[in-house]
């Protein structure tokens, strides 16, 4: 089912629970940046996954969560469809949520990903990667407070994660402390700037600048040093 003719393919894939009362029309309105794009990009794909194997877009009841495992084949313009998304499922949601978005070039397999991680230059230095790949986490919420939340979360997640290494849980509430108090502060100032970041940057490559309104590197969503898996959820 894949179109070759395609230089990218996206996935996208998370939960988003919906305010109660929700109707089909609000969640196909939501949805329609998404449904437009691959009649755009890939007519013959319709509204579902590129991959059979994957559930798509579905609606649960009566949790009313909007889950996603869906892919398209497009461009580097499904950045601006994914602005129109965002905003989509602002108004439908009922709390703050998570999207992870993964960009993979087909044009540049996974052999030919170690074969660039492998070579080095005659100074010595490795050669510049050509890929294409790009991952990043969407944020999701009705309210800006709800949306900082998330991220708030997230970000505490990444850290402790990371520290667990070396340290016990509790040894590790006075960071969290340090977190929180940091996160208030940028809290007021976006705030009174009413410029909120959309979404958090992972260590994959860029697809040629970093889009959006912020970026916010949460190191663990970054994959392990090399392309992210593929469907890998």
């Not at 960009?103 to 080095?120: G, I, V």
């Not at 997230?154 to 402390?177: C, G, Y």
Request: charge should be negative.
């Amino acid at each position: 089912m894949q179109d070759h003719n395609q230089p990218l393919e996206m996935h996208i894939h998370g939960d988003v629970p919906c305010r109660p009362g929700i109707t089909t029309t609000e969640i196909e309105s939501a949805l329609a940046p998404l449904i437009a794009y691959t009649k755009r990009h890939y007519a013959a794909q319709g509204g579902s996954s590129l991959y059979d194997e994957e559930p798509g877009i579905q609606f649960t009841e009566p949790d009313h969560v909007l889950h996603f495992c869906w892919s398209v084949a497009g461009d580097v313009d499904f950045r601006e469809t994914l602005d129109e998304l965002v905003m989509g499922l602002n108004d439908i949601s009922r709390e703050g949520a998570t999207l992870e978005v993964s960009f993979y070039d087909l044009e540049f397999d996974d052999e030919d990903f170690d074969d660039h991680a492998s070579n080095e230059s005659a100074e010595g230095e490795e050669e510049e990667d050509d890929s294409r790949d790009d991952f990043f986490v969407l944020f999701i919420g009705p309210t800006p407070a709800a949306i900082m939340q998330v991220q708030r979360d997230l970000l505490v997640r990444d850290v402790t994660m990371l520290m667990e290494r070396h340290f016990e849980k509790e040894e590790m509430t006075p960071v969290v402390e340090v977190i929180d108090k940091m996160w208030e502060g940028r809290f007021k100032a976006l705030v009174s700037s009413l410029k909120f970041p959309s979404y958090a940057k992972g260590s994959a490559n860029n697809l040629g600048g970093n889009g959006g309104n912020g970026t916010h590197g949460f190191g663990a969503h970054g994959g392990n040093g090399g392309r992210k898996s593929r469907h890998s959820h």
